[in-house]
C-alpha cells in the first residue's frame, strides 16, 4: 500500500485594500479582480498629491 504524500490545497492569501490596509480587498469597484486592476487605487497612486495625502493619513492611522 502507498502512502504518497497527499496534497493539500493552497488557498491564495487574500490581498489588502492599499487604500484601506487593515482590510481585505472586497472588490468594492466594478470590473476588479483586486487591487492590481483596481482603477482606484491606480488613481490614489498616480495623483502625487492624493498619494502624499493617503501617505500622511496612513502615518496618523499607526
Ligand atoms: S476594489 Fe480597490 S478600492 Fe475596493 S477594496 Fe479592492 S483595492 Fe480597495
Do not use: F, K
Not at 490581498?15 to 482606484?40: F, H, K, Y
Amino acid at each position: 500500500m502507498s502512502t504518497a504524500p497527499t496534497r493539500e490545497r493552497r488557498s491564495r492569501p487574500e490581498a489588502r485594500c492599499p487604500l484601506r490596509p487593515d482590510e481585505v480587498c472586497n472588490l468594492c469597484q466594478v470590473d476588479v479582480t483586486g487591487p492590481q486592476d483596481c482603477g482606484l487605487v491606480y488613481l490614489v497612486m498616480s495623483d502625487p498629491d492624493q498619494r502624499v495625502e493617503w501617505g500622511e493619513r496612513r502615518r496618523a492611522a499607526r
